[in-house]
């Protein structure tokens, strides 16, 4: 078994509001709280901030305003919650929209969380494919894809990955001064013959060779980590290798299949009721599932496809 490694970002995303992110998100927080990890949560659902709900909480006080207009370092907004080895940090940023956080700004906040001293910052992203969230998705290093086993979920958590794909593409050979050739070969991508980004990267590779080793390395750690929400039958649970072909027939990357959680009406019971599930439901099924693939996270283990 894999040892598990300090300091892990994880993020949380997949394109679409309502897969059930947010309550992943605070479900392995618990998970690995109540297993004596040290926990932080980040809410960067700038404008529509509801982890807060998802731990039975009230709206803190504190949040990223204070760090974006006030300049109060990251650490100094957590608050504690009931579950002990947690904290959370919420995204509730009254006078900002998403689009308005400078770059500047951005990395600034990516620092700070690198230097947060948890064990595991678990950051909840917002919906949508605004680019200040592929970022913060992109500085992660476990970059976790919700989806739920229906088209339109499918089709935008694919087309989230998509663009994460394509943007660290450009911005890593923006450093290198070849930003340019990377858009101008996807814009013309009819005349060579390019058809999708894994056929852009080998077209790069083989156009210029002293690109390779700069992918090669660039791409290294992209790696998809791929949970199920809200499944039904076994059928639903064979998405997951599905979607493991799709990203690596089409995209060219790898993609580990974690997990699923079954469809249960004990989830919105328990949001509804403002009362975690994974501590008033613990030795549930959806508790179980949760567990497994958060293991499974931890030790970089692929889901095994059977139904006991």
């Given amino acids: 078994m894999k040892e598990e490694k300090e300091g892990k970002i994880w993020a949380i995303g997949g394109g679409k509001g309502g897969t059930g992110k947010t309550f992943l998100t605070s479900s392995m ?34 949040s990223l305003t204070n760090f974006f207009e006030m300049g109060i370092p990251l650490s100094r907004l957590a608050v504690k919650t009931d579950i002990d080895n947690m904290s959370l940090i919420t995204g509730d940023v009254h006078s900002l929209a998403s689009d308005s956080i400078k770059f500047t700004q951005k990395l600034k906040l990516f620092r700070h969380i690198v230097r947060l001293k948890k064990q595991y910052v678990i950051i909840d992203l917002g919906g949508g494919s605004h680019n200040n969230t592929i970022d913060t998705f992109l500085m992660a290093d476990k970059k976790v894809a919700v989806l739920e086993p229906e088209i339109i979920s499918i089709e935008n958590m694919y087309h989230f990955v998509k663009n994460a794909l394509f943007r660290k ?67 639903d649970i064979l998405i997951g290798s599905s979607m493991k072909s799709i990203f690596k027939k089409y995209l060219g990357i790898n993609a580990q299949f974690i997990g699923y959680i079954e469809y249960d009406d004990a989830v919105w019971r328990s949001i509804r009721e403002r009362r975690p599930l994974m501590q008033n439901n613990s030795l549930s099924r959806v508790a179980k599932e949760i567990g497994v693939f958060t293991e499974n996270l931890l030790h970089e283990r692929e889901m095994k496809i059977s139904r006991s």
Avoid: C
Avoid at 32 to 38: E, I, N
Avoid at 47 to 56: E, K, R, V
């Fill in 29 to 62: 927080g618990i998970y690995l709280a109540k297993a004596g990890k040290r926990v932080m949560l980040i809410d960067v659902d700038i404008g529509g901030a509801n982890l807060h709900s998802f731990l039975g909480m009230s709206r803190p006080k504190k």
């Fill in 169 to 235: 593409i450009r911005m890593s050979l923006k450093a290198y001064g070849f930003k340019e050739i990377v858009e101008h070969m996807w814009e013309q991508r009819e005349k060579y013959k390019i058809k999708s980004l894994k056929e852009l990267i080998e077209s790069l590779k083989e156009s210029f060779s002293y690109l390779e080793d700069i992918l090669d390395r660039e791409l290294s750690n992209f790696k998809i980590y791929l949970v199920l929400n809200k499944i039904r039958n076994t059928q």
